[in-house]
């Protein structure tokens, strides 16, 4: 059972929101995770986003995130949150380069003060961490060119072109249906 009652919790969660303006983002100013989405600890743990959609329209529909309209996860701003489903948000976080794989993750990106500032956001929606850029990567964009050049099917195995570029051949399929490396013309 809760220590606070409700109006107190809704009270405290908007005492840790700065609500600038009606537009502009309203970032947390509580605790925040590594990927700068805020956590409310009330009666009990949720995400401080989804404590503002819930406490603004009184209901959050199982099955669905809470999702940025403007992509800046501290925001608790009501009017830049909707609900939608985990596909929806997955579509649209690879579609606006903000998904996490190849990112960077050093301390100084994890900082909380840095995941709350529009620039870091911003940066990570310029930044492209695809290709070359990403810090695994094999193959040049210019392998990749070279690559769906010299396949032709049924006279050159994708097994050797693996092989030559010391790659596994699951790669060079995903290449060829520019499923990876889509990028690249």
Known sequence: ??????????VRFWSKV????PS??????????????GSFHGSRSRMAHRTAFFLTHGYLTPGLDVC????????????????????????????????????PHSKALRARTYHQTPEFHQK???ASHRGEAHAQAKLTA??????RREYVPCVVRQRDLARKYGVN????????QRKSW???K
């Open 1 to 10: 059972m809760s220590r606070c009652k409700p109006e107190t919790e809704a």
């Open 124 to 126: 990570m929606r310029d």
């Open 18 to 21: 700065d609500r600038s303006g």
């Open 68 to 103: 940025h309209s403007c992509d800046n996860p501290p925001c608790c701003n009501p009017k830049h949150l909707f609900e939608g489903s985990r596909k929806d948000n997955m579509q649209d976080c690879i579609r606006k380069n903000r998904h996490s794989h190849g990112k």
């Open 24 to 37: 502009k983002c309203w970032p947390w100013r509580g605790t925040t995770q590594t990927n700068g989405y």
């Open 142 to 147: 210019e392998d990749v060119r070279a690559i």
């Open 169 to 176: 051949q699951s790669v060079i399929c995903l290449i060829l």
């Open 182 to 184: 889509g990028h690249v």
